[in-house]
């Protein structure tokens, strides 16, 4: 037995001022309870992907979900953390409870509320998914600065590069509604530092951070022998998770090993390689980082990952689209929310119900979601099961 995805939910991502986390949560409930054509009585458990590390004051948000509904009432409900791959933590946490026979709907929930406190108070909350025993006190900005400032001294200046990946994915969110950030931010602007695109942790411009954003996304999953009830049913060819060392000192920052591990993995459980897919969503929480994505899921060798931008590969009329609907970058990165809304975008991918974003004819897609600096790596393949 295996779960499926019947059904989500996904608001806008952005600075969303009065909207409460709780707000968010109820918001894509109902959304994702709706579209699955289900009631909220039919659902047997609830898993929160939330992050929190005081952004809030929410520190126990996990039956939030059953103001949505008073149907909802005594159902269990859980919180799930793993910094920013919570959302799919919670993904996987809940297909587990469907595999072993323990549940069979799940409503699954990714949420975070980012800008209740101002920058400062969120970049100190972000850093608490490091390994504080080393690294504390250092920002993620400054963390994955690290990452880049070992990249060029082993392979030379890749700004450029960066620059271009940043200009991609704002031009892929022109396309999504939903997105926090929907301006083509072009390459020259993303390349060039000035007062509107400061240096933020050297090399790292402000263009090749994420944003900080509110915003929640929902799936419902269920057993695959209820599948067929449902307009629409997703299924997973492939659901990995590989945890590396926290401490960056005991890792090797350029050969990012744990995301490399949870790709091969998912390519074998799923039986494909990198030329079958149609799209992925990756986790570009900084511009390198998507860089050593493209080298650890087989794009390019090390220290080559700038060809699959500079020859086109990773845009959206390329070979394999990254991240067409405008990533972490421009979508934006509310951090507990991430992981479901990466999986509700290429869930509409795989139904041809992306809009604007979609990649024609889409079969195979994948979603990478990292928690901290390559700790926690999350790597699905889906598939649209009504075709299978």
Known sequence: ???????????????????????????????????????????????????????????????LALNADDALRFTPAVRVENACASGSAAIYAARDAIRAGD???????????MT?????????????????????????????????????QHYGDHSEVLARIAAKNHANAMANPLAHLQKNIGFDACNTVSEKNPVIAAPLRLTDCSLISDGAAAL?????????QFAQNIAFRAAVQVNDFLPMSRRDLLAFEGPALAFSHAFAQAGVQLGDLDFAEVHDCFTIAE????????LAPRGQG???????????????????????KAKGHPVGATGV????????????????????????????????????????????????
């Open 1 to 63: 037995m295996d779960a499926r995805i019947v059904g989500w939910g996904h608001t806008r991502f952005g600075r969303l001022g009065d909207c409460t986390l709780e707000d968010l949560i109820l918001d894509v409930t109902r959304q994702a309870t709706a579209h699955a054509g289900l009631e909220a009585a039919d659902i047997d458990g609830i898993w929160l992907g939330h992050f929190n590390s005081g952004l809030v004051g929410d520190g126990f948000a996990a039956s």
């Open 103 to 113: 549940t069979r709907i799940a409503l699954v929930i990714g949420a975070e509320k």
């Open 116 to 152: 209740a406190c101002d920058t400062a108070a969120a970049t100190r909350a972000l850093a608490g998914a490091s390994y504080q025993k080393e690294e504390s006190g250092v920002s993620f900005p400054q963390i994955f600065a690290r990452f880049a400032q070992r990249y060029f």
């Open 220 to 228: 419902i999953l269920v057993a695959d022998d209820m599948a067929g």
């Open 291 to 298: 860089l050593l994505i493209y080298e650890a899921m087989g």
């Open 306 to 328: 700038a060809q699959a931008i500079l020859d086109g590969v990773v845009c959206a009329d390329g070979d394999l689209p990254v991240n067409l609907s405008g990533g972490l």
């Open 341 to 388: 809304s990466m999986h509700v975008m290429a869930a509409q991918q795989l139904c041809g119900t992306a809009g604007a974003m979609q990649k024609h004819g889409a079969e195979l897609g994948l979603v990478f979601n990292m928690g901290g600096s390559g700790v926690a790596n999350y790597c699905s393949i889906l598939e649209n099961g009504t075709r299978h």
